[in-house]
């Protein structure tokens, strides 16, 4: 047996279960309502109750402590001054998808040097969810590793699943599973097909492996997420143009899947990135999207 399996395995090395880390680490009721009310308002942004917008912003991901606590206390002021128009959400990204190979993430490598002390990036990971849960700021991230929700979900308010994820069978039942609204990135060539397949596949109900709060292995049966939505994120071209995202509204109503549109802006030069905002807020009354920076 021994020779059939775990030929390519070097070590193993067990980890604490999601149970032993949140009672190290555990939520208050502070935290709590920060979490539920942020889903809540999101929910109702997606519903079209609340005539808000709702911006998910912060770095590509999170690498520097110092400067994420920074960011967060800064954000957290701004946000209580532009509330009344936009519900900030920060972007808390722990997991970077890679085409290839790279740094793979704050949870999978926490001190940048291909150490992979893995536990010691979840419990970074959560910490960092717990203070800015404290500051009443919402965290937004991406959804890569299907155990890793296990251990900070419960922190999350909006997840988006990668243009490299969302035609993964095994992220689109993980979805239907979680608490929170999902967004599902367009491909990495700018097909949105692969979205909208992820989308019908994440409403309907699952059944699938994963580990429970004791890290047993654990048949889940989801009841579907109702809040899926697309995120337009670009790909061999720019696709935010307000004919693009038309266009993009139309497939989703052709389609029967919920047409609140998250149009995803990035870059380092920020007077683009103002002209892509601009253009898309002329557009708002006329296209009915959220915005993700």
């Known amino acids: ?35 539920m009310q942020a889903r809540l308002t999101i929910e109702a942004i997606l519903d079209g109750k609340d005539k808000r917008i709702f ?17 967060a206390e800064k954000l957290s002021k701004l946000k209580q001054k ?19 190979t790279g740094w793979k993430g704050l949870i999978n490598d926490p001190d940048l040097d291909d150490s992979f002390h893995i ?6 990971a ?14 937004g991230t991406e959804a890569l590793d299907p155990i890793i929700p296990q251990y900070i979900s ?7 699943i990668g243009a490299r994820t969302t035609e993964s069978q095994t ?16 491909g990495t060539d700018g097909n949105i097909e692969v979205a909208l397949n992820a989308m019908k596949s994440a409403l309907k109900p699952h059944h699938f492996l994963g580990i429970d709060q004791d890290g047993k292995i654990t048949v889940f049966k989801t009841r579907g997420n109702r809040y899926c939505h697309i995120v337009l994120r670009g790909g061999k071209t720019p696709n935010y143009t307000p004919e693009q995202i038309a266009k993009v509204k139309s497939e989703l109503n052709k389609n029967n899947l919920p047409d609140k549109i998250v149009v995803r802006f990035q ?25 993700k920076d």
């Open 154 to 160: 419960e922190l999350i308010s909006w997840t988006a």
């Open 267 to 291: 870059g380092r030069i920020g007077v683009v990135l103002i002209s892509v905002l601009r253009k898309c807020l002329l557009h708002l009354t006329k296209s009915l999207f959220i915005f």
């Open 1 to 35: 047996m021994k020779k059939l399996i775990n030929r390519n395995v070097e070590s193993f090395k067990a980890l604490p279960t999601p149970l032993e880390i949140k009672k190290s680490l555990p939520m208050t009721a502070h935290h709590e309502q920060t979490v």
């Open 82 to 100: 532009i509330e009344d128009k936009i519900f900030v959400v920060m972007r808390v990204y722990f997991e970077k998808p890679r085409t290839t």
């Open 171 to 186: 992220h689109r039942e993980m979805a239907s599973g979680l608490s929170m609204p999902i967004g599902f990135k367009n």
């Open 119 to 124: 536990e010691k990036g979840i419990k970074i």
């Open 126 to 139: 959560r910490q960092l969810l717990l203070d800015f849960a404290q500051l009443g700021l919402a965290a």
């Open 55 to 71: 911006a998910v912003v912060g770095p590509c991901s999170i690498h520097d402590i110092q400067a994420a606590h920074e960011y």
